[in-house]
């Protein structure tokens, strides 16, 4: 094993890291930032001014040239034209008019044509062609400005051709001359960053996402990247070049190749790569030793803006299943005009919620949690985004004072109720069972009451994959959760409950806790390197959930497919090795022991034969046969009775509250007895075939 100290720069790295990325030459964002100073005002306009004539007097002598050459080569005819016609001024006249005027009704001044794209030509062809049928019309209604048809069309080409040639040469001088400047600036510094040193990236992909690219790359003098090459598997397109930079193939002595180059980073630009291909791409090319990167849509986040940008690979890409966009026609009109409660509205899960039905348009959004910091982020957050379009409403109050939570539903009267608020860190509520119980099963009756107390139209309750043969106190109490969710099928208000796994980077999970260590210079502790866990992202987990809710009917089950199971030691290794340093050498992984109530696996969730389809292929619905009220009462009760019997003592407690969950939860189990079947469970064999893959690949 490698060495736990940490190694230099370790901090600057991972915490200090920042991807250096594309930076916006828009001259407009340049503008609107020197406007914030009132001293640069009067330049601006001054220089915006300047720019435009100059391009409309470069683009007159264009027309004037082409109209010299017009009327001489007509006055090699017999007499037609000569340089003495007196129409000659009103016709040159005119064809400028009728050019330059579409030109400005355009914006083909507006541009910043060292920037140009093809949209941008496009543009100024369609303007001079409008501007040509413009002026062959007035020259039928006018004579003196008719040049004929033939001579007309000719001029307008010409002149056409000729402005767009100017428009090339311009970004050509521009693109040269910025080359030499960093050429120049780089001798001169002796590599240092007194200017802009560009990193030489190989682009993998040379499709239209990577052409475009390595234009943008190409054409921005800020930009901290110079395109070296294109690397691709299309036969077709390899050896060839695009801009003037050459496609090399993908096979195997590619990171051959690379080592050989003078390249130091490498970026994936490839739009339709699966979440397997991320994966396969990602562990080639780290192999380079270059930084690997990628160009695509930001990951995991559900405010983000729907363009492709440069940054660093997630933990997230490299999963086995692609992320999960969810998308129903029925999910905005459940919620729009709806008053919507969400308890524990302040932790991972309830602040996504909170921030997927602010967008749905409710009438009215009330968060209510107990724990008042994480309550206000997530205000502070809606207000800064939606402003007045939102009305919102924090309240902190505790899901185990049923006199506070009956005057909250008396006055806000929720229409839909997403319950949340529960304790869910296993190795702490195994110290704490009295308040696992407490918060999460009494709380969650007491919610329930209320629900039904004030006409609440639905009520779904957050489950986990643990509540599945239970081996901790955390799991039996949401087992027990989802009984008193399932056992009110005869209440006028609908009931649900939804079953997922672990989602990425919620409080208290892995990766935060990795993050951590990893910026401490480790090592990174495992409680086990066999251990397996499902995962998903917090948004696709609550977008699924939040479709659950629109389609729910009383009293059923949901659960949701997490895809397959991930080791919790690739987990970690990966994430080594995004912050740029390797495993077991710069970061140590060392194991530590299991923790009270923990298994090696959680069982799979997707036991199809006890499950019922919905027309969502990512939602189920199992088939489990619902207790009644009475008997739930009397789980309940036992429980409670075990809580109070053993309040004095504490060293008896625990057993005691076990001994109760194995009385009230049939499928609860000690964690040795699930453990000792890990060598043939289905779960750990499906971890197994997906690395076998992985390495076959």
């Keep these: 094993m490698g060495s736990t100290v940490r190694p230099p720069g370790v901090g600057r790295v991972f915490g200090g890291l920042r991807s250096r990325r594309i930076e916006d030459i828009d001259e407009k964002e340049k503008m609107k930032e020197m406007y914030n100073d009132h001293k640069g005002i009067d330049f601006l306009k001054r220089t915006i001014t300047k720019r435009r004539i100059m391009l409309m007097l470069i683009d007159l002598l264009i027309v004037i040239d082409v109209y010299g050459v017009i009327v001489l080569c007509a006055g090699l005819k017999a007499g037609t034209w000569h340089l003495g016609d007196r129409f000659a001024l009103v016709k040159l006249i005119g064809l400028a008019i009728c050019l330059l005027l579409p030109r400005l009704a355009l914006g083909i001044y507006n541009s910043i044509w060292r920037y140009a794209n093809v949209r941008t030509h496009l543009k100024l062809i369609l303007s001079d062609t409008i501007g040509g049928a413009l002026f062959i019309l007035l020259g039928r209604l006018y004579h003196g400005i008719y040049l004929g048809v033939a001579y007309s069309v000719t001029a307008v080409l010409f002149i056409m051709l000729a402005t767009l040639t100017s428009r090339f040469v311009y970004q050509l001088i521009y693109a040269v001359s910025d080359s030499s400047s960093d050429l120049r600036e780089g001798s001169a510094t002796s590599g240092q960053t007194k200017g802009i040193n560009r990193i030489n990236v190989a682009i993998v992909g040379a499709g239209n996402v990577g052409a475009t690219l390595a234009g943008e790359l190409t054409r921005n003098p800020k930009a901290h990247y110079r395109p070296y090459c294109f690397i691709d598997k ?138 008042e910091n994480n309550a206000y982020d997530i205000q502070q957050e809606l207000v800064r985004y939606h402003g007045d379009r939102l009305s919102l409403e924090v309240v902190i109050a505790s899901v185990r004072d049923v006199q506070r939570l009956d005057e909250i539903f008396r006055e806000v009267r929720p229409d839909i109720v997403f319950h949340a608020a529960a304790h869910k860190h296993v190795p702490l509520m195994e110290h704490s069972g009295c308040e696992a119980i407490k918060n ?258």
Excluded at 241 to 248: H, S
Excluded at 262 to 289: H, M, V, W
Excluded at 301 to 311: G, H, T, Y
Excluded at 603 to 621: G, R
């Design 234 to 371: 299309d036969v077709a397109k390899i050896g060839s070049e695009i801009n003037g930079i050459r496609v090399y193939p993908e096979n195997e002595r590619v990171i051959e190749f690379i080592q050989s180059h003078p390249i130091q980073e490498i970026i994936i630009a490839l739009p339709d790569a699966s979440a397997e291909d991320k994966r396969r791409l990602y562990d080639l090319y780290q192999r380079t030793g270059c930084k690997v990167k990628i160009y695509d849509y930001p990951l995991g986040d559900s405010d983000a803006v729907n363009k492709r940008s440069l940054r660093e690979f997630k933990i997230e890409d490299l999963l086995f299943r692609d992320s999960i966009a969810v998308k129903s026609a029925i999910v905005r009109p459940f919620y729009a005009d709806k008053v919507v409660l969400v308890t524990g509205g302040g932790g991972s899960i309830g602040s996504e919620l909170c921030r997927q039905i602010a967008k749905m348009q409710p009438k009215k959004l009330v968060i209510l949690d107990i724990y």
């Design 440 to 697: 999460n099963v009494i709380g969650t009756y007491n919610v329930a009451d209320m629900a039904e107390k004030y006409g609440v139209h639905k009520m779904v309750l957050i489950s986990t994959d643990k509540a599945v043969n239970p081996t901790n106190i955390m799991g039996a109490s949401k087992r027990l959760c989802e009984m008193v969710i399932q056992c009110r099928t005869d209440a006028k208000t609908e009931f649900a409950a939804v079953r997922f796994g672990n989602v990425l980077g919620s409080n208290g999970s892995v990766i935060p806790l990795f993050k951590k260590q990893i910026a401490a210079g480790g090592p990174i502790t495992l409680t086990d390197k066999r251990i397996i866990r499902y995962f998903m992202t917090i948004p696709e987990a609550v977008g699924l959930v939040m479709e659950t809710g629109a389609i729910a009917r009383n009293g059923e089950l949901f659960v949701l497919d997490m895809g397959k199971p991930v080791r919790i030691l690739d987990l970690a290794e990966n994430m080594i090795r995004l912050s740029g340093l390797k495993p077991y050498e710069d970061i140590d992984i060392v194991e530590i022991g299991l923790r009270p109530g923990e298994k090696l696996y959680e069982e799979l969730l997707m036991q199809t034969e006890d499950l019922d389809k919905t027309e969502n292929e990512l939602i189920f619905i199992e088939r489990d046969r619902p207790l009644s009220r009475a008997e739930v009462d009397a789980k309940i009760e036992v429980l409670m009775h075990a809580i109070e019997d053993t309040a004095d003592s504490r060293n008896g407690f625990h057993d005691a509250v076990i001994a109760a969950l194995k009385v009230v939860v049939p499928t609860f189990r000690e964690p040795h007895e699930v453990n000792q079947r890990a060598a043939v469970a289905k779960e750990m064999n499906d971890v197994k075939q997906v690395a076998l893959g992985a390495n076959a690949r």
